[in-house]
């Protein structure tokens, strides 16, 4: 068990000692882009990656709102969940983040996918709708990358084994709260002001 532990730390400690900062440097110019010009950010993922979304959507709106920094429109396309098995009921589960998009969707927007394979097909499915609208897109990956990948303008990517899950979503999150920290440091007083809990 302390082996299994040790060798966990070990493998996290190593990727966030290679995390690419350059891509997260392209990723805060790109959410200030979309604030400039009034755009959307829209954030889908399926499972631990879904939670990520939401964690993401809360952080980015009402937790930069609160304390006065940035007003984002964002949205996680999964929070919904009448909406979510509505789709998946009538015209199926890979149309869930597609028809929420389809006709809303506009080049000043972004979407913000989010899958540890980079394979899932409604992601994959609602990628392929923003870059033919002409949407950017960040992709947050794991594993090999998967399609997501390939067609992502800005990539967040971890190199992981195939399966380990716990590794990838570990580090998509860590990405939202440097995100996160990094525009609560524009505005220090307001640190303690607000929890998000």
Known sequence: ???????????????????????ITNIILKLEKVHSTNGKIYIIGNGGSSATASHMANDFSVGLKLRE????????LSDNNSICTAIANDIGYENIFYAQLKNKLTKND???AISCSGKSE????????AKE?????????GFEGGRLKEIADIKFHINTNEGEYG???DM??????????????L??????TYTMD
Request: aromatic letters at 10%; zero cysteines; charged letters at 20%.
């Open 1 to 23: 068990m302390e082996n299994f532990i040790s060798n966990y730390i070990s493998k996290l400690t190593t990727l966030l000692k290679n995390i690419d900062i350059e891509s």
């Open 69 to 76: 920094i940035r007003n984002f429109n964002v949205e996680s």
């Open 110 to 112: 972004l979407l913000i």
């Open 122 to 129: 409604n992601i994959i499915k609602a990628v392929e709708y």
């Open 133 to 141: 609208i002409g949407t950017s897109i960040i992709g947050m990956t």
């Open 167 to 169: 590794l990838v979503e």
């Open 172 to 185: 998509h999150m860590i990405l939202d709260h440097i995100i996160y920290s990094y525009y609560v440091s």
């Open 187 to 192: 505005k220090p007083e307001t640190k303690s």
